[in-house]
């Protein structure tokens, strides 16, 4: 098992380097302009990057939260905001080099090992909370293809992202009452009395399985994928890429179902040539998407990793102030 995971590893690295020499090559990208423009970035506008990452990490966070309040027990701990938040922004910054699905599940899990109930918290949890962020891809994409269809632009695509967000809100609570349904009548069949649909079984008995909670979770990932849109918008700023918002908007939900079925480590080349290949699909120059790309990849991997220490610093405070308060009340006793 450990050999096949190696190989798998080093095939999938080997096809992020082939894919990201084919992006250099077809973008006809110039390294050292490249690397002049990134060395040139104005630090307000990378200040204003790394606040906008921090409200992405946060959000997702929240999200974790809201489904952590459903699965643990009644003898686990809860994390503090600050703790959750170092979780999850350590999952980000891995889930650049690594499957995000994989980063962010093993972040939280190690992460509330110490709370109790880590395996249902941590990666249950985790998967349940990007299950959001999929669904709301999968209906944004389909406003994307509405306007590359229609030859539209920003007033299409803004019209037709309105109306399949709202979709996608309301519509949650069909696919929960189809989770619950499809629950139940696994556990009445033959495979009942397997630890995994025991498990599953569990899980749906804590009432995460919500539907008022799961259009909560959809509107939280909406204000994510915003975020992440202004995030984007702001790399082109800071790199001088004239790319329109709407563009870019309509470019990452195809991008972001693309890197979700993970066959690069952290989807390098792979969101890379997405982002290429999508935003020309929009209007924008193949050289200008391709440049933007990979700048895009090394300006957001640097501000999540800057946000992460933060984050891990605040949590580690925090985590000895409460010590510290302890001690003293022992001390008062």
């Known amino acids: 098992m450990k050999r096949r995971r190696g190989f798998f590893l080093a095939v999938s690295s080997a096809l992020s380097g082939l894919l990201i020499f084919v992006l250099i090559k077809v973008g006809k990208i110039r390294l050292g302009v490249m690397l002049a423009q990134l060395r040139d ?81 941590g990666t249950a949890g985790s998967l349940f909370e990007q299950s959001f962020d999929v669904w709301i891809m999968g209906f944004l994409a389909v ?30 609570g069909p696919m929960i009452q189809a989770a619950h349904w499809v629950v139940r009548s696994t556990a009445r069949s033959r495979w009942a009395h397997t630890r995994i649909v025991r498990w599953v079984g569990e899980l749906e008995k804590s009432g995460f399985l919500h539907a008022g909670l799961g259009r909560q979770l959809t509107l939280l990932s909406a204000m994510r994928f915003a975020v992440q849109i202004w995030m984007l918008r702001e790399v082109a700023t800071a790199v001088g890429a004239h790319i329109p918002a709407w563009e870019l908007a309509a470019a990452t939900p195809l991008v972001t179902l693309a890197y979700a079925l993970a066959i690069t480590p952290g989807g390098i080349g792979v969101t890379e040539l997405g982002y290429t290949f999508a935003l020309h699909l929009f209007g924008t120059p193949l050289q200008i998407a391709a440049q933007w ?25 925090q985590q000895g102030m409460r010590q510290k308060g302890v001690r003293g009340e022992r001390r008062s006793f």
């Open 41 to 121: 970035v104005s630090a307000t506008v990378f200040a204003v990057l790394v606040a906008l990452t921090a409200l992405h990490i946060y959000l997702s966070s929240v999200k974790w939260r809201k489904i952590d309040s459903f699965l643990r027990s009644g003898s686990d701990s809860a994390p503090s905001a600050f703790a959750s938040f170092a979780f999850t922004s350590v999952g980000v910054v891995c889930g650049q080099i690594l499957p995000v699905q994989i980063s962010m599940s093993a972040a939280r899990t190690l992460g509330t090992y110490f709370y109790g109930s880590a395996l249902k918290r």
């Open 293 to 317: 790309a990979l700048e895009s990849r090394i300006l957001v991997f640097v501000s999540c990793l800057l946000t992460a220490s933060i984050g891990v610093i605040l949590a580690v405070v």
């Open 143 to 172: 406003a994307s293809g509405i306007t590359w269809l229609a030859g539209g632009g920003a007033v299409v695509y803004l019209i037709s992202a309105t109306v399949m967000t709202a979709v996608a809100i309301f519509g949650v």
